[in-house]
């Protein structure tokens, strides 16, 4: 099935394949639903306009300005499908909601990131969707996100946000992002890297399951998929759901998106560095910065071997520094993607690590109120197995891999000591002959708000737009 | 010497909201509370300790008292009792197993009577800190903090030797690392007459396991697997109380079949399980698994359920994914033949390595703990044996060794 090449399927919305560089600036309007029926008729002009791209439509040729596509969150999708919503059949966490209380220690949402102090999502329920409109300018993709949203579609928008690429893809902390990504197997891209690279193909090669619903993953099994009623589609539109016989398929092509708005203290982060190095060679404020990084700031690996040409930035596995001399154990890359030095065998290290990959599709925001970062996206067919796992096990777990009082210094949340645990807020850098430990590190990212949604395929967005009228033609079962 | 065990009592018709209201209050991790009613952390001989409450078909409602320990149970309940006496004469104790069933004297006496009559010694289960006494481990815990300190605190040392000296000087003073290098660690070294005894014992068992599998084939291959979803209010009331601190405490409670075949065969995987595991996992880690402090499985007196207990490291979702994708196998010696368990194939295969089946199954099988305690939160398994590796070098440097190799471990 994956020897398809799914990223010119006309079926998985565009955004899952596509970073959209050349559309480089985004507006994303969170909207509630008011009124049902309308709001699936809205969508069903969208779908028959051909305004929620998919995959096959290729990176956008000159005279294309605008892209859009469409997600849900679990509220949204309860709205929408009344009985058809069958929450069991979902991601439990996605069908919980970010904002729950223990999805926020989970996802280390207290303390400076406790959803409290969020701009937007903190009230569970409040969102029900996210309409994301890709341009070449700011005004393009408002003008178009507004002209979707402000029509008479049964829904509200709650809340509006503003993305965009800086050149050479730099985050505001000044280093290149989205280095490394997971390649599905099977596609064009992964064949040649497998060719032209077995060392980059061996870290980053998946299978398509891992990421989206409907095709096996790393265990050959098919992952779990939201279904709904079948009586809820009588056309015929979904497939029947390979669990559940007498139900459908809705997750098949689609996948789960985490939004995370991530505000980066840019001032704080280089004026602490600044002070903390002593400025001799080896330690000045940007190798202090790439040391918490994990990455030098033009994107390429610390661990190089001096005699590759050209230069690698993604072929490395850790296991040549187990001891993060090179780069260090805790630091943000390798927190994040510990590749083949999870445990002993590099194997198996391998197999768990690629169990928990997750696709990015970042951008930048700077808000109104004079804050910049990141908007961070993600895509994985597990919210749990994947994207909270990496936060959870690794990024915010204060004993990872015999670390002790630290969380990962770019995305952890930094706590006081309590229930008899320490205070977490170290940073430590391995050297010789004994390692060099910066206390008192100050949060520099906190979230700013944040939600989990339900990416649909082009068909399940077609499904999701007629259930209103195929209830009434045909009550659900 | 280290000793696990459960003490499961049943609770009188009717009273199981009583005994979840009394423990209800408690402290979720008590380490250094004042307001611990149980006063956990007088204890010496103890490491981690939990309360909970199960529901059973035919025998109604019990309370599991697990306790992780130093010495011999006999001497733990004492000072458990000591503790309980010397905080408010024993009355919240009491209270608390009033509720139980059968328990007429209620004095600390005949409370301490009960407790050893309802002890339930495991049928194999994991120690990391092999032979380390909780003493011990706090002991080396502080020699890393003041290693750390004295590191990380003004002008870094010019060289090794002067790193070592600093070092030593600070161990010396510091009146909580007070004769820091007098504690003998007694190793990990299985002495040659239990080595003996468990390799034949694990070969015996191992045999008995090859017969009874084939024996047991069809009645596994056929058994139901139940793949439910688990209850959200369920997973909810788990999750709720997990990520406290970074080390968590599970416990889980299963039904498993009754039969003679399959209940010897489980014995014969457990007797496998405990013999290999003395003999081969004595160095902290469970194969490649780096994060179990103490776990242990136990069958109720009537052999119907088994209970797994188990303090680990980590979030539950990556203590679960080690399982998967590094221990299935055992996972399975030790859980195949319980009651809607995913498919194994002779006790090994399939089954744990089964992700999502085996991991729903894994919380729909657990109950919420209402009490846990652990005595050295600070500190994970991974550190626990670094520190053990620094206070043995440091002894050795003040020794005279010149090795300052350590200084890379700090």
């Known amino acids: 099935m994956t020897e398809t090449d799914l990223t010119s399927s006309p079926d998985i919305q565009g955004i899952f394949f596509r970073g959209y560089v050349k559309l480089d600036q985004a507006a994303y309007g969170f909207f509630r639903v008011t009124d049902r029926a309308l709001f699936q008729d809205w969508l069903s002009g969208m779908l028959k306009e051909g305004a929620i791209t998919s995959a096959k439509d290729k990176q956008p040729a000159d005279n294309v300005v605008n892209r859009m596509n469409i997600a849900f969150t679990s509220a949204g999708m309860s709205t929408l499908l009344a009985a058809g919503y069958i929450a069991e059949s979902y991601d439990h966490s996605f069908a919980a909601g970010m904002v729950v209380p223990e999805r926020s220690r989970i996802l280390g949402d207290t303390e400076a990131n406790d959803p409290k102090n969020w701009d937007w999502g903190a009230k569970q329920d409040e969102i029900h969707g996210v309409l994301m409109s890709f341009a070449t300018s700011k005004d393009i993709a408002e003008e178009r996100l507004l002209a979707a949203l402000c029509q008479v579609n049964g829904a509200d928008c709650v809340h509006r946000t503003f993305g965009h690429l800086e050149d050479d893809n ?50 050959g099994e098919i992952p779990r998929s939201p279904a709904t009623s079948a009586g809820l589609d009588p056309d015929g539109i979904l497939d029947t759901h390979p669990e559940w016989k007498d139900r459908r398929d809705l997750g098949k092509n689609g996948s789960y998106l985490v939004f995370r708005q991530l505000a980066q203290d840019t001032v704080g982060f280089w004026d602490y560095l600044s002070e903390t190095a002593s400025g001799e060679d080896g330690d000045t404020a940007l190798e202090l910065a790439e040391k918490m990084i994990g990455r030098r700031k033009d994107g390429e690996a610390m661990e190089q071997d001096p005699a590759k040409k050209p230069r690698d930035n993604n072929s490395f596995d850790f296991s040549k520094d187990r001891a993060g001399l090179q780069c260090p154990i805790g630091s943000h890359v390798r927190r994040s993607n510990n590749r083949a030095v999870n445990i002993k065998s590099e194997k198996l290290s391998l197999d768990v690590t690629m169990r928990h990959r997750i696709l990015r599709r970042a951008r930048i925001f700077d808000d109104d109120n004079g804050q910049t970062g990141l908007q961070f996206m993600c895509f994985n067919a597990s919210i749990v197995r994947q994207f ?53 590190v100050p949060q520099f990212v906190t979230v700013k708000g944040g939600a989990y949604f339900f990416l649909p395929s082009l068909k399940a967005l077609q499904f999701i737009s007629q259930t209103v009228k195929a209830n009434a033609d045909k009550p659900a079962l | 010497m280290h000793n696990k065990f459960t003490i499961v009592t049943p609770i009188q018709g009717g009273q199981q909201g009583k005994v979840q209201a ?59 009792l000591t503790v309980a006496e010397t905080l408010d004469g024993g009355a919240f104790l009491l209270d608390l197993y009033s509720n139980s069933a059968q328990f007429k004297a209620h004095t600390l006496d005949g409370l301490r009577d009960y407790m050893l009559a309802h002890v339930i010694k495991p049928q194999a289960g994991f120690i990391s800190a092999v032979g380390m006494t909780r003493d011990q ?162 069958y109720t007196k009537d052999n119907r359920r088994l209970i797994f207990v188990s303090n680990y490291d980590g979030s539950w979702r990556s203590y679960l994914d080690d399982f998967t994708l590094k221990a299935s196998n055992g996972l399975n010696l030790a859980w195949a033949h319980s009651i809607g368990f995913p498919k194994t194939w002779a006790m090994l295969w399939g089954g744990a390595s089964k992700g999502p089946e085996f991991i729903d199954y894994a919380r729909r099988s657990m109950v919420p703990t209402l009490v846990w305690y652990h005595a050295y939160p600070s500190v994970s398994v991974t550190n626990i044996a670094r520190n053990r590796k620094l206070r043995a070098a440091l002894i050795k440097s003040k020794n005279g060794a010149k090795d300052t190799s350590w200084l890379e471990i700090v």
């Open chain 1, 170 to 219: 730099r985050e505001p902390f000044g280093f290149k992002d989205g280095v490394s990504q997971p390649i599905i197997k099977g596609t064009k891209r992964a064949k040649k890297v497998a060719r032209e690279n077995p060392d980059e193909a061996r870290v980053s090669i998946v299978e398509a399951g891992e990421l989206i619903m409907g095709y096996p993953d790393g265990t």
């Open chain 1, 388 to 440: 909270e796992f990496v936060q959870s096990a690794w990024c915010n777990n204060s004993f990872f891999q015999g670390l002790q009082k630290e969380v990962d210094p770019i995305v952890g949340t930094h706590r006081p000591a309590k229930l008899g645990a320490p205070e977490i807020d170290r940073y430590t850098i391995p050297q010789e002959p004994y390692r060099k430990v910066l206390k008192k």
């Open chain 2, 22 to 80: 009394l423990l209800k209050p408690c402290p979720y991790v008590c380490a250094e509370t004042p307001d611990d009613p149980f006063g956990f952390a007088r204890i010496e001989t103890l490491h981690f300790a939990s309360l909970s409450t199960f529901d059973d078909l035919e025998n109604g409602w019990s309370l599991v008292f697990e306790h992780n320990i130093d010495g011999s149970i006999e001497d733990h309940i004492d000072n458990v």
């Open chain 2, 137 to 298: 481990i706090r002991l080396d815990a502080r020699v890393y903090e003041v290693v750390d300190e004295e590191l990380g605190s003004g002008a870094p040392p010019a060289t090794s030797d002067a790193a070592a000296a600093r070092v030593l000087k600070a161990l010396d003073t510091d009146p909580q690392t007070k004769g820091w290098d007098g504690v003998a660690d007694p190793g990990t070294k299985l002495p040659i007459i239990p080595k003996i005894l468990s390799i034949l014992a694990a070969l015996f068992h191992g045999i008995a396991f090859l017969v009874l599998v084939l024996v047991n084939l069809v009645r596994e291959r056929t058994a139901d697997q139940d793949s439910a979803r688990p209850d959200p209010d369920l997973r909810r009331s788990l999750e709720k109380n997990e990520d406290l601190i970074s080390t968590n405490h599970m416990i889980s409670v299963v039904y498993v079949h009754t039969d003679a075949g399959r209940q010897l065969a489980k014995r014969a995987g457990f007797g496998l399980i405990r013999n290999l595991v003395t003999l081969i996992f004595r160095n902290s880690f469970l194969g490649e698994i780096n994060t179990i402090h103490f776990a242990h499985w136990s």
